[in-house]
């Protein structure tokens, strides 16, 4: 089964939504004119309830169908990034150093389309959960609509997600039945010595060379302390410390991002980690401050759930065009806390040539909205079925 027809004829419609909302970002958990412009929408569309005010600026919106069943939860994520858009686009963001960098915008506006087919048609047997998240790329909006009871509170059985990928072949799947995107962790590291003369290096406590001995050391977790068939990453990606070549400098500092996929494998970086600067600290007599901040857990499909949502991307986009043996990705991904919450699973879609995500000249292919929009009608009726 190919795109499903009527939502191919509602193609116009969401790349009007889309459109618009690309022309509004709005960051994190302050999404005032998506919110509402969604909720608008979802009234248009005729859902059977709304729900506004979760996770400040996040909407779930319910439609039922036929009769009593479970629920199935349908997910995208609305906000933007801080970049400064550089796509040229007569539709370009509106709001100075904010644009939909990821493609927010297009899941939006899929969801939406799903939504008007799910209400026009209603072939399913239960409910829907229309769940619009805020704050995916900063804040983990989806942890926070897990901690207000969304899935308790709307009966939420199965959870189903997808984000774009540019340069992925035009309306390919890709996802897997396990891990598919790492947790990730934000590791920061502040040094105290003693300043001084460079010219009388003996007169002070060094933190520069502290600095580049940590540095190196922490990598060896990596090849050391990590079973090799485990998958991780400690990229220190900021290093800062003095302002002249003759002077050696009070402080210094520099940060990281830890990466992993087994939650023991987690602990271990995190642990392996603070051993090693306390260590170094105290052999460079230097006092260290180590802010290690927990971020989203690692995105893991769950089995059953993965391979009916393959299923359902092969109906729509064909049997060669659904990989769901693919590798995991470093990236990372809050829709993790509701795969914490509850069975389902996330998908990659492909939607041709185009800048990368967070690319200032990123820009979500319209023609991709008919496929996802597909997509999660067909979750909904195949798990669901009359």
């Known amino acids: 089964m190919p795109v499903l027809n009527r939502i191919a004829a509602l193609a116009p419609e969401m790349k009007e939504w889309r459109q618009h909302l690309h022309t509004i970002p709005e960051l994190a958990f302050d999404l005032p004119k998506t919110s509402a412009y969604v ?72 969801l939406l389309g799903a939504a008007k087919y799910l209400c026009e048609t209603r072939r399913f047997a239960g409910r829907v959960a229309l769940l619009f998240q805020p704050a995916e790329e900063d804040g983990g909006g989806g942890q926070v609509m897990v ?13 189903y997600g997808i984000h774009n990928v540019p340069d992925m072949p035009f ?23 003693r300043g001084g003369h460079a010219a009388t290096p003996h007169e002070t406590v060094d933190p520069v060379i502290a600095t580049v001995g940590m540095v190196a050391a922490i990598q060896s977790i990596l090849t050391r302390n990590m079973n090799p068939i485990e ?38 970086l995190k642990r392996r980690i603070h051993e090693i600067i306390e ?14 901040d927990w971020g989203y857990p690692a995105t893991v499909n769950h089995e059953r759930e993965a391979r009916f949502a393959a299923e359902v991307a092969r109906e729509v986009a064909g049997e060669g065009a659904v990989d769901e043996d693919h590798p ?49 009608a067909r979750v909904v009726e195949r798990a669901l079925p009359v």
């Open 231 to 268: 998958k991780g990453v400690i990229s220190v990606t900021q290093i800062h410390a003095g302002t002249v070549s003759n002077v050696i400098p009070e402080t210094a500092m520099f940060q990281a991002t830890v990466r992993s996929f087994a939650p023991e494998v987690r602990e271990m």
């Open 147 to 159: 901690q207000e009871g969304v899935m308790d509170r709307f009966n939420v059985r199965e959870v």
């Open 39 to 110: 909720a608008d929408r979802l009234r248009d569309i005729g859902v059977d309830e709304i729900h506004e005010g979760i996770a400040r600026t996040g909407i779930v919106a319910i439609i039922n169908g036929q009769g009593e069943g479970p629920t199935i939860g349908l997910r995208a994520d609305m906000d933007a990034l801080p970049i400064a858009e550089m796509t040229g686009a007569d539709y370009a963001s509106t709001h100075p150093g904010k644009m939909h960098a990821c493609g927010h915008d297009g899941h939006t506006a899929m």
């Open 279 to 292: 260590g170094h600290a105290a052999a460079y007599g230097v006092k260290a401050e180590i802010d290690y």
């Open 171 to 193: 309306g390919h799947f890709h996802t897997n039945h396990g891990p598919l995107m790492a947790a990730v962790d934000t590791l920061t590291v502040t040094l105290t010595g």
């Open 328 to 376: 995991a990705e470093m990236g990372s991904e809050d829709f993790s806390y509701m795969l914490e919450a509850r069975p389902g699973a996330y998908l990659f879609l492909g939607t041709g040539p185009g800048a990368g995500l967070h690319h200032a000249k990123f820009n979500f292919n319209d023609e991709a909205a008919p496929i996802g929009a597909s997509f999660f």
